[in-house]
């Protein structure tokens, strides 16, 4: 056994980045094509088509590693998350660029990985959350309406992995609790309420969960003190592909890529996804019992939908001769320019009033009196 240290990989990030990633959060299965061709042909990895997409765009699934447990990621089941199918990529050229490390030695030895980087390659080519038709694929697990869905389901049937990852992004909202301004930078979930639980699905959360934890414990080491790892919503709908899979008895663990001040693009959150990913292989592979302590995973804390991208604070409001102070809070809204192939993005208001329980990435103090009233849907350049 080795001695694993998370930080000294954490400084190594930079050596095996996959370079040829543009810094845009747009990341298209042309994108996708392009750079697999630099891990064809290479005997650790085994690519193949899975099947296609609405639009018959190639669904693609890469292989590597001989061990007996399986583990299965996949990302981009919505289009406009990009996020995690750049991680998978950085982890791919983590193992080619340091094959012959003992930890990916350990990695292969212990597991068989399966990867499937861009389930919804329709949307990502219009930056959107749904398919071609329309479907939300993480709504879409009883009816199997799309066929994106079904090769996911086929392809999870014919493995039969022991745990399965689902890679997502989540919206610059949340906060990690309510006491200061916190971003959450990552937040993880096992899905399923314990309450709805039975035996079997029990222990699939029970894994799961004991996984998150331990996962929680080595990430806060490298972090930046500006943000932290929350726990994401577990509200239950019977139709996304994590509560149903778990209660198929599935271990299922959703990351969600955070956000970071100043980071639109999530170049600096992309490389605390990659190495969230390194530390769950990494415990899975060597830490025994790693379920033991699953019920300190109730002490993550919770994400707080208290964030806001920009507020205005002590904006005076004249009315009737009586002037009042009040905060405008903004949220940045993302509009897909297809023509230009560029995300715009514009401030709206979001939140007129008492605000003092938000925090928000930018806060300005503007002392000037506004002689009219403010509206929600109101842009920023319009008003202040």
């Known amino acids: 056994m080795f001695f694993f240290d998370i930080k000294s990989i954490a400084k190594d990030y930079d050596s095996f980045k996959e370079k040829n990633i543009n810094k845009s959060k747009i990341f298209k299965n042309s994108d996708l094509i392009e750079i697999l061709k630099k891990y064809r042909n290479k005997k650790i990895f085994s690519i193949e088509t899975a099947g296609y997409s609405v639009k018959y765009r190639k669904i693609f699934k890469i292989k590597c590693g001989y061990g007996k447990i399986k583990i299965f990621f996949w990302s981009q089941m919505h289009g406009d998350e990009t996020t995690g199918t750049k991680s998978i990529i950085d982890i791919l050229n983590f193992f080619l660029e340091k094959k012959n490390n003992k930890l990916i030695k350990l990695f292969f030895d212990n597991f068989t990985i399966f990867f499937i980087p861009m389930l919804n390659p329709d ?25 994106e869905i079904n090769i996911l ?64 414990k080595e990430i806060k080491k490298i972090i930046p003190s500006i943000c932290s790892v929350g726990r994401y919503s577990n509200k239950y709908y019977p139709n996304a592909t994590g509560d149903f899979l778990q209660k198929k008895g599935y271990s299922y663990i959703l990351i969600e890529a955070g956000n970071y001040p100043k980071d639109t693009n999530k170049n600096f959150v992309r490389k605390y996804h990659t190495l969230s990913i390194i530390i769950s292989l990494y415990l899975i592979s060597c830490k025994n019992n790693i379920e033991k302590n699953y019920k300190l995973y109730s002490y993550i ?53 008492d605000l003092s329980n938000f925090f928000s990435y930018e806060e300005i103090i503007k002392e000037k009196i506004l002689n009219f009233f403010p509206k929600i849907g109101d842009i920023e350049s319009d008003i202040i």
């Open 123 to 147: 949307g990502s080519e219009y930056f959107q959350r749904r398919n071609a038709m329309n479907i939300d694929l993480n709504r879409d697990s009883i009816k199997l309406i799309s066929p």
């Open 153 to 216: 389901f086929k392809e999870i049937k014919k493995e039969n992995p022991n745990i399965l990852f689902n890679l997502h992004d989540q919206k610059r909202i949340y906060n990690v609790d309510n006491k200061k301004f916190n971003p959450a930078i990552i937040s993880f979930l096992s899905p399923l309420s314990l309450s709805i639980c039975k035996n079997k699905i029990y222990n699939s959360k029970i894994k799961s969960m004991g996984i998150i934890y331990e996962i929680t």
């Open 301 to 353: 804390r919770k994400n707080k939908k208290i964030l806001l991208d920009k507020i205005y604070r002590n904006v005076k409001i004249k009315t009737n001769g009586t002037i009042s102070s009040l905060e405008i809070g903004f949220k940045n809204f993302e509009k897909f320019n297809y023509k230009k192939k560029i995300i715009e993005y514009e401030l709206k208001i979001v939140d007129i009033g």
